[in-house]
């Protein structure tokens, strides 16, 4: 029931001070994060220090497709509109698409099958589509080859659908001098080091 500012005062900040804590340009030159990994590739690989290349961004999306509800047991296969059926497809599909590139990664997180009961053909499935990469150019490539596929896809299996947009980030391509110099400094020292990309969006 207050403001931010009301808050911040409130707990000793001075937020009538914020041009004063606005860095000057060129006050720094760069900014060095240590981090655990948040996936397997270092220990898997035997290696104890990543030099991160990139931070991956994701495009997110939800999917409703909209099939029909029929008796399991009366309802012939070929007059069927599954909606749970379409939504496995789409599933393999976004796996296979984000294969075949360099750094991509893409997750379907959730499915909801309506009404969700043994003896029904699903009329309703609602995806969670999670697509990461540290490319951009690739991480839209990706985004329109899934959402094409959907678009085919219903033609085929006889299925409405509607793609809702819940977030779309851009990637960072990290500082190769950086990059470069951890590298180099790690040799030095009889490290062994890894460039991988960081899949991690809040990096």
């Known amino acids: 029931g207050i403001s931010l500012f009301e808050a911040m005062s409130a707990a000793g900040f001075k937020p009538q001070n914020l041009d004063e804590a606005i ?10 994060e240590l981090h655990i990994e948040q996936g397997p590739v270092l220990e898997r690989s035997g290696i104890s220090v990543g030099v991160v290349s990139g931070i991956a961004a994701p495009i997110r999306f939800e999917i409703t497709i909209q099939g029909k509800a029929d008796h ?8 069927r509109s599954d909606a749970l059926l379409a939504a496995s497809h789409i599933i393999i599909a976004a796996n296979k ?3 075949n590139k360099k750094t991509a990664v893409a997750t379907v997180g959730y499915v ?3 009404p969700g009961v043994l003896n029904v053909v699903p009329g ?10 540290i490319d951009k150019a690739s991480l839209e490539e990706l985004n329109l080859e899934l959402r094409n596929f959907v678009g ?4 085929e299996l006889k299925f ?3 793609i809702r947009e819940l977030s779309s ?9 950086a990059i470069n110099l951890l590298e180099d400094e790690a040799k030095k020292l009889g490290i062994k080091t890894l460039t991988l990309p960081s899949g991690a969006g809040h990096d």
């Open 169 to 177: 980030d851009e990637p960072v391509k990290l500082s190769k001098h």
């Open 23 to 32: 860095l000057k340009e060129n006050s720094l030159h760069a900014y060095l």
């Open 72 to 79: 399991s047991g009366a309802t012939p296969m070929n007059m």
């Open 160 to 162: 409405s659908y509607e």
């Open 124 to 133: 309703e499935a609602r995806l969670g589509v999670d697509l990461r990469d």
């Open 152 to 155: 085919e896809l219903s033609h």
């Open 112 to 114: 909801h099958a309506k």
């Open 97 to 99: 698409f984000a294969k």
